[in-house]
C-alpha cells in the first residue's frame, strides 16, 4: 500500500468509480454528466472528474479543456479547473500529458498500472466531496490497478454502473455486476444509458431501441435501479461543440441558437446542460447517488 494515496486523497469524502461491462454504452458521456449534477447539488460542491481511460481519454474534450496542459506546482500536478475562478470541478487526465491530441497511447500493463499510480499519489486533489473516475470498459489491468492502488481508503469507494437495453450489453454487465462482488466493491446503483430517443422538436421519449433490461436486471440482481437516459440530440451537440464554439467566440461570431458568450464560455457548461431533458432525467439519479452516500 501507497501511504501517499491515503495522504492525497484524505480530503476527498466520495470516490464513485463508473464502471461498464462493455464499450459503445456511453459510459464517459454518464461520467461527465453525474459530475455536472453532483456539481450543481450545491452552491459548495466540489467534483472532480478523473479520467483512467488511457487509450481513449475523451473526458477533456466533454469538458471543453482539451487544450489544456497539467501545471506541475511543489505540491504536485494541478487537475485542469472547468468553472473559471470558482475551482470546484476540475478534470485530470492522460489526453493532458501527450504532445498531440492526435497522438496514441502504445503502453502495456506495467505502464498503465504506474500512470494510474501516479494520477493518485501526485495530483493535488485537496477538499472534494465527490471523485468521480471514468474507467475504461470491462474489467481489465486498469480496474485492477486502480482498486489495489485505492485498498487505503476502499471505505471511500463506490461504483455506478452503465448500460444499454440491448441484450448483449447486459450479458456483459453481469460479468460486471460478478467482479465488483469478487472485489468487495460497494455499488450504488445503475443507470440505463441510451434508453429511448428524445425529440428535438417536441422533447418526446420514444423507445427506438428496446427498454428496461436494465431495470430487469437490477431485480434480478438485487441492486438499486438509478435511471434511464435518453439519446438526447442537445447533449450530444453539448459534449461535442466544445472546440468548434470556442473557435467562434475567438473569431468573434455569433454562437448558435441564441448561446450568449457567457453560457458558451466552460464556465456556462453546466448552465447550458441544466437546459437539456438529459438534465432533468439525471438530478434524480445524481440525487439517489448523494442520498445513498450519505447513508
Known amino acids: 500500500m501507497n ?8 480530503d476527498v469524502k466520495n470516490i464513485i468509480i463508473v464502471l461498464s461491462g462493455k464499450g459503445g454504452v456511453g459510459k464517459s458521456s454518464v461520467s461527465v454528466q453525474l459530475a455536472w449534477s453532483l456539481y450543481a447539488s450545491s452552491a459548495t460542491a466540489r ?17 471543453r479543456v482539451d487544450e489544456h496542459h497539467v501545471y506541475q ?11 473559471g475562478e470558482q475551482q470546484r470541478l476540475s478534470c485530470m487526465s492522460v489526453a493532458f500529458l501527450t504532445k498531440r491530441k492526435e497522438d496514441s497511447i502504445v503502453w502495456r500493463g506495467p505502464k498503465k498500472n504506474a500512470m494510474i499510480r501516479q494520477f493518485l ?13 471514468d474507467t475504461p470498459p470491462g474489467t ?9 492502488h485505492l485498498a487505503p481508503v476502499h471505505a471511500k469507494l463506490s461504483a455506478v454502473l452503465v448500460t444499454t437495453p440491448q441484450v448483449v450489453a447486459l450479458a456483459d454487465m453481469e460479468k460486471c455486476i460478478s467482479f465488483t462482488k469478487t472485489v468487495n466493491l460497494p455499488v450504488l446503483g445503475l443507470i440505463e444509458n441510451m434508453s429511448g430517443y428524445v425529440c428535438p422538436c417536441c422533447g418526446e421519449i420514444s423507445n427506438v431501441f428496446s427498454t428496461g433490461g436494465g431495470e430487469e436486471l437490477c431485480k434480478r440482481d438485487g441492486l438499486r435501479f ?10 450530444v451537440e453539448l459534449l461535442d461543440g466544445g472546440t468548434e464554439q470556442a473557435a467562434l467566440l475567438a473569431a468573434g461570431q455569433d454562437l448558435p441558437n441564441g448561446i450568449t458568450e457567457t453560457e458558451g464560455s466552460k464556465f456556462g457548461l ?14 434524480p439519479i445524481s440525487d439517489a447517488v448523494i442520498s445513498q452516500l450519505a447513508k
Do not use: C
Open 3 to 10: 501511504p501517499l494515496i491515503s495522504q492525497r486523497l484524505k
Open 47 to 63: 467534483v472532480a472528474v478523473l479520467d483512467i481511460d488511457l487509450t481513449g481519454p475523451s473526458i477533456p474534450r466533454m469538458l
Open 73 to 83: 506546482s511543489a505540491g504536485g500536478w494541478v487537475p485542469v479547473y472547468v468553472d
Open 121 to 133: 499519489t501526485d495530483v493535488r486533489w485537496g477538499e472534494l466531496d465527490y471523485l468521480v473516475i
Open 140 to 148: 481489465s489491468d486498469e480496474h485492477l490497478s486502480l482498486l489495489e
Open 226 to 235: 438509478l435511471g434511464a437516459l435518453p439519446v438526447d440530440i442537445e447533449l
Open 270 to 283: 453546466v448552465q447550458r446542460y441544466q437546459k437539456t431533458a438529459s438534465s432533468k432525467l439525471m438530478k
